[in-house]
């Protein structure tokens, strides 16, 4: 990877990144696609060589990815990525249904037609994945997509950014721990289809938030009767 320099942004726009900016959003990037799983070491002085870059920023950076629980620091050991928590997952779907459906509520009436097309499209690749060689990295990856295509409206700034926190969350315990099965897949791009049709109808803004709800708190019940006893 080149240095990361205020003058070469790697993520973004608006203007030129902070090096300890650069390196927080290349290092949470890592960790966020399963590049850079539970235990993997972030050692201060390879990553300041690797980035062209003091252990300045490294440590700035660690020290907010750690604020985010995303990186743990222990002493005589040093920072590591931070172990999955599976109760933090059950935790974070949970605060994920209440958002997303208040998200998708809010975003459903300023739509376009191209937008709510785009994520039926979206729907379709899946269902064409669930009925043939199963994938559940890149199905998971589809169906984040297709949350995001229904909530891309929302007027509400907060919320999107609170919602986008929590699909990160998730989405770290899917990629390093387990993915969509192929039963539960086709239930939820059923459920896919219910919301794509009160959307389209114009429903009631309580109809859509509780159908978007009850379809990730599904998905929650499903995870936690599928855990050992």
Same mark, same amino acid.
């Given at each position: 990877?080149?240095?990361?320099?205020?003058?070469?942004?790697?993520?973004?726009?608006?203007?030129?990144?902070?090096?300890?900016?650069?390196?927080?959003?290349?290092?949470?990037?890592?960790?966020?696609?399963?590049?850079?799983?539970?235990?993997?070491?972030?050692?201060?002085?390879?990553?300041?060589? =690797?980035?062209?870059?003091?252990? +300045?920023?490294?440590?700035?950076?660690?020290?907010?990815?750690? @604020?985010?629980?995303?990186?743990?620091?222990?002493?005589?050991?040093?920072?590591?990525? @931070?172990?999955?928590?599976?109760?933090?997952?059950?935790?974070?779907?949970?605060?994920?249904?209440?958002?997303?459906?208040?998200?998708?509520?809010?975003?459903?009436?300023?739509?376009?037609?191209?937008?709510?097309?785009?994520?039926?499209?979206?729907?379709?690749?899946?269902?064409?994945?669930?009925?043939?060689?199963?994938?559940?990295?890149?199905?998971?990856?589809?169906?984040?997509?297709?949350?995001?295509?229904?909530?891309?409206?929302?007027?509400?700034?907060?919320?999107?950014?609170?919602?986008?926190?929590?699909? =990160?969350?998730?989405?770290?315990?899917?990629?390093?721990?387990?993915?969509?099965?192929? +039963?539960?897949?086709?239930?939820?791009?059923?459920?896919?289809?219910?919301?794509?049709?009160?959307?389209?109808?114009?429903?009631?803004?309580?109809?859509?938030?509780?159908?978007?709800?009850?379809?990730?708190?599904?998905?929650?019940?499903?995870?936690?009767?599928?855990?050992?006893?």
């Amino acid at each position: 990877m080149p240095a990361l320099t205020p003058s070469t942004p790697t993520f973004g726009t608006g203007g030129p990144l902070s090096k300890s900016e650069s390196v927080y959003r290349e290092l949470r990037s890592r960790i966020i696609s399963g590049r850079y799983n539970a235990g993997y070491r972030l050692v201060l002085d390879q990553l300041a060589r =690797e980035m062209g870059v003091s252990a +300045v920023p490294v440590r700035e950076a660690i020290r907010r990815l750690e @604020a985010e629980r995303l990186v743990t620091f222990t002493r005589n050991v040093g920072a590591e990525v @931070a172990a999955i928590d599976l109760a933090d997952y059950a935790d974070a779907m949970q605060v994920l249904a209440w958002i997303e459906g208040a998200a998708t509520a809010l975003s459903a009436p300023h739509l376009t037609k191209r937008q709510i097309d785009d994520a039926a499209t979206t729907n379709d690749h899946m269902r064409s994945l669930a009925g043939g060689n199963f994938d559940p990295r890149l199905f998971s990856d589809l169906n984040l997509q297709f949350h995001e295509q229904l909530c891309i409206a929302c007027p509400n700034d907060h919320l999107l950014d609170l919602l986008h926190r929590e699909w =990160e969350r998730v989405a770290v315990v899917r990629r390093n721990v387990f993915g969509f099965e192929p +039963v539960r897949s086709q239930t939820s791009i059923g459920e896919h289809d219910q919301i794509l049709d009160l959307i389209r109808s114009g429903a009631p803004a309580d109809e859509i938030e509780k159908a978007a709800r009850n379809h990730k708190l599904r998905s929650l019940r499903q995870f936690v009767e599928a855990q050992p006893a």
